[in-house]
Structure formats: C-alpha cells, structure tokens
C-alpha cells in the first residue's frame, strides 16, 4: 500500500507565498514520479507541476511557469510546491498524485496517468 499526504494549505494574499509538501510513504510507489494538480470548484482537475526521480526533470503548466517550482527532499519521500506571486485565479484544491515511471508532458500532465492520489489541500489567494 501506499499513501499520499498533502500540507501546508491555507489562506493569503494576492501576491503572496505559499509551500506545499506532499510526503509519500509504503512500498507501493517504488519511486515515485510526482505531480501537483489542481481542481477549482465547478472546473476540471488541471495540471501544474511534475517532477522525475532520476534527475530531477520537471514539467511546469504555463499559467504557472515562473512563479511555482516543484521538488523534493534528499530522501526523495517528500515532495514540495512552491508557490510565489499568487494570483486569486490560482484558488483551488491542491493534489499531489503519483505514478511509477516518467513520460512526455502528455502523460505527466494527464490525471488519468496517476493511480495515486493525496487527499488534496485547499489553496485560497484571497484579492
């Protein structure tokens, strides 16, 4: 079994700074490659950032590109989102989901490719 768990949630600013952290535990991930996704309400789950085990190789949507970098800790069992410059628009339930091996932007940006899932954790820029 394996279990995603997202924090770091919560209330700011437009134009403020917000860290999440999704912390992967149980041997059902392997080696986890990770991404963070979004879902606003009465809108479809989108994509916003992945990251690869190996190197390090990252994925960014481009409405986020620039103001949120994905990585991850030395042990490669935690996983953050940083997110800088916040926008009201960028409002939403985060999740981070996880998948056993890296693709093109295609795959990594497709919810479908990912059978693990966080609870989600909600994100409010406030304007």
């Known amino acids: 079994q394996g279990q995603l768990v997202e924090s770091g949630g919560g209330l700011v600013q437009a134009g403020g700074s917000m860290k999440l952290s999704c912390a992967a535990s149980?041997?059902?991930?392997?080696?986890?490659?990770v991404g963070w996704f979004r879902q606003a309400p009465g809108k479809e789950r989108e994509f916003v950032a992945a990251?690869?085990?190996?190197?390090?190789?990252?994925y960014y949507a481009d409405s986020v590109k620039g103001r949120f970098t994905i990585s991850r800790d030395n042990a490669k069992t935690t996983f953050y989102l940083q997110m800088n410059n916040l926008k009201p628009e960028d409002t939403a339930v985060y999740y981070c989901?996880?998948?056993?091996?890296?693709?093109?932007?295609?795959?990594?940006?497709?919810?479908?490719?990912?059978?693990?899932w966080g609870q989600g954790t909600q994100v409010t820029v406030s304007s």
């Open positions: 990251i690869s085990w190996g190197v390090g190789a990252t």
């Open positions: 149980g041997r059902a991930f392997g080696r986890p490659r």
């Open positions: 989901a996880a998948r056993g091996t890296w693709g093109d932007i295609a795959t990594m940006s497709d919810p479908a490719a990912y059978p693990y």
